[in-house]
Nanobody, 127 residues
Framework: QVQQAESGGGLVQSVGSLRLSCTFS????????MGWFRQAPGKERDFVAA????????YYAESVKGRFTISRDNAQNTAYLQMSSLKPEDTAVYYC????????????????????WGQGTQVTVSS
């Protein structure tokens, strides 16, 4: 049975930090590239960050570059999104997603490349 659990969301003040976690089971974790997307109220779901199966490739949205870091621990079947210098405009529901890799260093920012999505975790940044 394929399962995914996200955690780590919450309320934080501006310029604070949070770390989101995403644990995936049921398929070989290292054969999946991982990504984070977010959706703010009244807006479309946007790409945030992605990481390849071997962690050799990462992608970031311009709006989070230098502030967010995506990583993964294949031994723990877990991906992370470390968020620092948070801004009120980072407030959104954050979704973890994954998809089958085309090569160990392959990842994608295209939502259509992902075939498994989590339930989402709320992140609220107060000013």
């Amino acid at each position: 049975q394929v399962q995914q659990a996200e955690s780590g969301g919450g309320l934080v003040q501006s310029v604070g930090s949070l770390r989101l976690s995403c644990t995936f089971s049921g398929r070989a974790f290292s054969s999946r590239f991982m990504g984070w997307f977010r959706q703010a109220p009244g807006k479309e779901r946007d790409f945030v960050a992605a990481i390849s199966g071997n962690s050799g490739t990462t992608y970031y949205a311009e709006s989070v570059k230098g502030r967010f870091t995506i990583s993964r621990d294949n031994a723990q079947n877990t991906a992370y999104l470390q968020m620092s210098s948070l801004k009120p405009e980072d407030t959104a529901v954050y979704y973890c997603a994954n998809g089958p890799i085309r090569s160990p260093s392959w990842a994608s920012s295209d939502a259509s490349s992902y075939d498994f999505w989590g339930q989402g975790t709320q992140v609220t940044v107060s000013s």
